[in-house]
T-cell receptor, first 114, second 112 residues
Framework: DTGVSQNPRHKITKRGQNVTFRCDPI?????LYWYRQTLGQGPEFLTY????????KSRLLSDRFSAERPKGSFSTLEIQRTEQGDSAMYLC????????????FGPGTRLTVL | DQQVKQNSPSLSVQEGRISILNCDYT??????FLWYKKYPAEGPTFLIS?????DKNEDGRFTVFLNKSAKHLSLHIVPSQPGDSAVYFC???????????FGGGTRLMVKP
């Protein structure tokens, strides 16, 4: 069990470009969550999947954001037409093997939009 | 509307003493509470949790207390060690966990 992994760890992009992040959850975890964390704040929920189904989306997830989990394993989060306000740490978490209470986080992808 | 609040942005304690981190919540639907520890450039690491049917949960040096009537929980670390220096986040969930709602964090510094 290697834990939740996220790629890339860092991404610098210019405003208006599209970016895509990947999350690989802990094996056999059927729930996968995306959060965003800005400086000095706690993580904020974006969306979550149970297997391949996207079950909940936050109002923070504007129409420029889309997330997929096509085969119920890894997930991608795409941001189209990035804005400077999108600069943040994007965190992925998973759970479900034993309990749905504790969530286990990856190291995050830090996005900087210039 | 912040549903989970950590009112102390930072806390400094001496090695060996007790660290007490506090958290308040407003949503009475929350039924599960968690503490996470976060080092710079890493994701949050799960530390300890408590269900709303309990008022105390202990794991080694870490104890979480829940006061439902006051909508308040606290994390006690005894004895504090320099390696405990990190940002601690309180989080809450409702109905067997879908989303976690986090507080803003408290930076703990344990001085040798």
């Amino acid at each position: 069990d290697t834990g939740v992994s996220q790629n890339p760890r860092h991404k610098i992009t210019k405003r208006g470009q599209n970016v895509t992040f990947r999350c690989d959850p802990i094996s056999e975890h059927n729930r996968l969550y995306w959060y965003r964390q800005t400086l000095g704040q706690g993580p904020e929920f974006l969306t979550y999947f149970q297997n391949e189904a996207q079950l909940e989306k936050s109002r923070l997830l504007s129409d420029r954001f889309s997330a997929e989990r096509p085969k119920g394993s890894f997930s991608t989060l795409e941001i189209q037409r990035t804005e400077q306000g999108d600069s943040a740490m994007y965190l992925c978490a998973s759970n479900g093997q034993v309990t749905y209470n504790e969530q286990f986080f990856g190291p995050g992808t830090r996005l900087t939009v210039l | 509307d912040q549903q989970v609040k950590q009112n102390s942005p930072s806390l400094s304690v001496q090695e060996g003493r007790i660290s007490i981190l506090n958290c308040d919540y407003t949503n009475s639907m929350f039924d599960y509470f968690l503490w996470y520890k976060k080092y710079p450039a890493e994701g949050p690491t799960f530390l300890i949790s408590i269900s709303s049917i309990k008022d105390k949960n202990e794991d080694g040096r870490f104890t979480v207390f829940l006061n439902k009537s006051a909508k308040h929980l606290s994390l006690h670390i005894v004895p504090s060690q320099p390696g405990d220096s990190a940002v601690y986040f309180c989080a809450a969930s409702a109905n067997q966990g879908n989303m976690l709602t986090f507080g803003g964090g408290t930076r703990l510094m344990v001085k040798p």
